[in-house]
């Protein structure tokens, strides 16, 4: 037998309509989030299974991959498959409750949780990086990130700008499977967005989902477009093909100083993530491969002189924040002591919607039909009528984004919302209202589900930002009440040694027992993430938990 390489789009397509493979709607809802994943539309990179962020993968080989596919097709309803980064070491006996699959990703033992020992185990075939939702099977493409950033931006709108960026700039760069969202979630402030990506694929790929407009090769010219945008009060994103650190450099020399100022280029993985400024695009790749330790010398240079760059453009008046790609870590790294000067995004706008149990909410369409995700949008609407901000999120939503793969839809939803949404959906199932079971998921960085010191857990009031007992039990709770696939990884968002999290996906099928676990698990969920923010001590959080009737423990005293 030969080794498969390469993704192929026929046997890897994703199965849609109401026709089972497997043997229940839960095991064929995984089959399906997983080739979603992988789809060419979807993932970043699908023929080494890169879905996104770096080498934030889906399955750990085109073997691994294979026998996935093949062991949920077998699996039973009162059976567990298990993952052990993204190859299959199980099936093990459950019940009918309990998660179809269980995963765990990228786990080290603290003491080896480092890159370069991690390489050394992703070299001999026997680890593989799951970043958030790549190897927990509920990417969605770029929009599962575009609410979140587009209320980030809205949030900056409302404290700086009067409620919109009409008139301002914007300056970042990573047009990636994440990073691909600022565009669009700038123009939905109607703002201007000068972006700088080194790959032209990835510039033309958001072009062509609509998440960024045009596409200018030269950087004074890009600069120039921008400034007059932002003169008119045009709402325009540019790509601008170049590296982040010659595009900072060039507006400094000309004295241009950005409203905003951020970066979301992959610098939490400075060798697969992360290209370098003083040398080519070309030598780079070459390099990469040939001399990984020089690779990251020039990577790590590149990243502390970015940092500085952003660091100048704070002094002179941009807002400047870190988007959750710790590279303000790596510049520390290499010796720049004051790095942590500009906040990152959680602590700055974040931080008081996960008090309130408020975090990324997600689902998918498995009938593969859009008309679905319509009707869930009605149903959403109908359901929060008070939500202004969710209300104007639904009407650019359903005007702007373009869906990859599987039809989806994603809304910040907070604790008893979800639980009233999943329920709903569950109905619409039952009644026929939709065409085949909707899969509820969300992504790892949410409320209660990770520690993440430099990003989601960042300057918690109690100094517990490291503590990872919080998405353990996070994944517990959620495998004990009956989720579909739980998984818990670490490293994602901002890599190896730096971060552990815990997904979850549940499915809506129309059945009683869906009823009860949806309600189980979307209160747990969200709950985790108010009872967490509450025992730092946030009163946001003490309130919302009073509310939710999650204050027991305080209640005890
Ligand atoms: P990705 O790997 O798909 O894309 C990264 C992009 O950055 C690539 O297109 C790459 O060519 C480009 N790039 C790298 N170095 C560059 C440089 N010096 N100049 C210009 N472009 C450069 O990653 P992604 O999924 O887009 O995620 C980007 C980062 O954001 C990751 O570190 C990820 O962990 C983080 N992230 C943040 C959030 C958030 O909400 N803040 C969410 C998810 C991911």
């Known amino acids: 037998t030969t080794t498969i390489t390469k993704y192929d789009p026929v046997k890897y397509k994703t199965p849609t309509g109401s026709q089972l493979q497997c043997k229940g709607w839960i095991q064929e809802a995984a089959l399906r989030m997983l080739l979603n994943n992988l789809n060419p539309e979807v993932a970043e990179r699908p023929d080494d299974l890169i879905v996104y962020g770096g080498r934030g ?10 026998k996935i596919i093949a062991g949920l097709k077998i699996l039973e309803n009162d059976e567990s498959l298990l993952v052990q980064s993204g190859k299959p070491v199980g099936i093990l006996k459950t019940h009918k409750d309990a998660p179809r699959v269980l995963i765990s990703n990228s786990q080290l033992v603290p003491n080896w949780a480092n890159w370069q020992h991690f390489e050394e185990l992703e070299k001999k075939g026997l680890m593989m990086y799951g970043q958030m939702t790549a190897g927990s099977w509920i990417y969605i493409g770029s929009q599962g990130i575009v609410q979140g950033t587009y209320e980030t931006f809205a949030a900056i709108a409302d404290k700086h700008f009067g409620g919109t960026l009409k008139g ?49 090769e030269d950087i004074d010219a890009a600069i120039d477009r921008a400034l007059e945008a932002k003169q008119n009060g045009e709402a325009l994103s540019i790509g601008v093909l170049c590296n982040a650190v010659h595009l900072l ?3 400094l020399e000309r004295n241009i100083i950005p409203d905003i100022l951020t970066d979301q280029t992959s610098a939490h993985d400075p060798l697969i993530g992360y290209w370098p400024h003083e040398i080519s695009y070309e030598q780079a790749k070459v390099l990469r491969d040939e ?50 000067d500009f906040p990152g995004f959680v602590p700055a706008y974040i931080r008081p919607l996960f008090c309130e149990g408020k975090g990324p909410f997600r689902w998918a369409a498995l009938s593969g039909d859009p008309e679905d995700i319509a009707v869930t949008d009605k149903v959403i609407a109908e359901l929060f009528p008070e939500n202004a901000s969710l209300q104007r999120w639904l009407k650019l939503a359903k005007e702007k984004i373009a869906f990859q793969g599987l039809p989806a839809r994603i ?127 946030y009163e946001l959080a003490k309130e919302t938990a009073k509310a939710n009737g999650l204050d027991v423990i305080d209640r005890l005293k």
């Open 57 to 66: 993968k889906a399955a750990r080989d085109f073997d691994a991959l294979d």
């Open 168 to 216: 301002t700039l914007s300056v970042t760069a990573g047009l990636g499977g994440m990073g691909g969202a600022q565009p669009l979630s700038i123009t939905m402030n109607e703002g201007v967005c000068l972006a700088a990506e080194v790959e032209r694929w990835r510039i033309e790929k958001r072009i062509e989902t609509r998440y960024c407009d045009v596409l200018i």
């Open 249 to 251: 450099e060039r507006m």
């Open 291 to 340: 001399n990984p330790k020089q690779y990251l010398e020039y990577a790590y240079t590149s990243m502390y002189r970015h940092v500085e760059l952003m660091l100048e453009l704070q002094k002179r008046g941009a807002i400047t924040f870190d988007y959750g790609n710790n590279i303000r870590a790596r510049a520390k790294e290499k010796g720049l002591t004051n790095a942590f």
């Open 411 to 537: 809304c910040w939803l907070g604790q008893g919302e979800r639980e009233k949404a999943g329920l709903a959906f569950n109905e619409l199932v039952r009644t026929g209202k939709v065409k085949a079971p909707i899969v509820i998921g969300r992504d790892h960085l949410d409320t209660g589900s990770v520690a993440s010191p430099n990003r989601e857990t960042e300057a918690m009031m109690d100094g517990s930002d490291a503590v990872a007992d919080w998405p353990i039990l996070n994944a517990l709770v959620n495998t004990a009440g009956g989720a579909s696939w739980v998984s818990l990884h670490h490293g994602g968002g901002v890599g190896m040694g730096y971060s552990i999290h815990a997904g979850m996906v549940i499915v809506a099928d129309g059945t009683d027992d869906a009823a009860a676990r949806l309600s189980r698990v979307l209160r747990n969920d969200p709950g985790m993430g108010v009872i967490r923010h509450a025992d730092a001590g």
